[in-house]
């Protein structure tokens, strides 16, 4: 199965910005997309956004629309999100996975890793 590497995580204030990047490697699992999802103290795992593999069509839950960026490089097998205007809803530990979309959002079928932590202060 692959393994799946977050990083870029970390302290910024409101209204910074960080890009979170995601490294594939072992053997291929069958998705279509790829996404990142978020977990808060005392909430489960969220949606965040997603990317079709085929067209790299792309899909962001309402309350990051406009700010975060997803994107792929495939040379380096490695997914990426770019978070700007950060504000205290957005702290939460990141996590990158593969799947399939399912309407807006996607469903995860891969093993999670340890994801990377993202806190924003006021």
């Known amino acids: 199965q692959v393994q799946l590497v977050e990083s870029g995580g970390g302290l910024v204030q409101a209204g910074g910005s960080l890009t979170l990047s995601c490294a594939a490697s072992?053997?291929?699992?069958?998705?279509?997309?790829m996404g990142w999802f978020r977990q808060a103290p005392g909430k489960e795992r969220a949606f965040v956004a997603s990317?079709?593999?085929?067209?790299?069509?792309?899909y962001y839950t309402d309350s990051v629309k406009g700010r975060f960026t997803i994107s792929k490089d495939n040379a380096k097998n490695t997914l990426y999100l770019q978070m700007n205007s950060l504000n205290p809803e957005d702290t939460a530990r990141y996590y990158c996975?593969?799947?399939?979309?399912?309407?807006?959002?996607?469903?995860?079928?891969?093993?999670w890793g340890q994801g990377t932590q993202v806190t924003v202060s006021s």
């Open positions: 990317l079709l593999l085929r067209d790299r069509t792309t």
């Open positions: 996975n593969f799947g399939f979309q399912a309407g807006a959002t996607m469903r995860a079928t891969g093993s």
């Open positions: 072992g053997r291929a699992i069958r998705a279509s997309t």
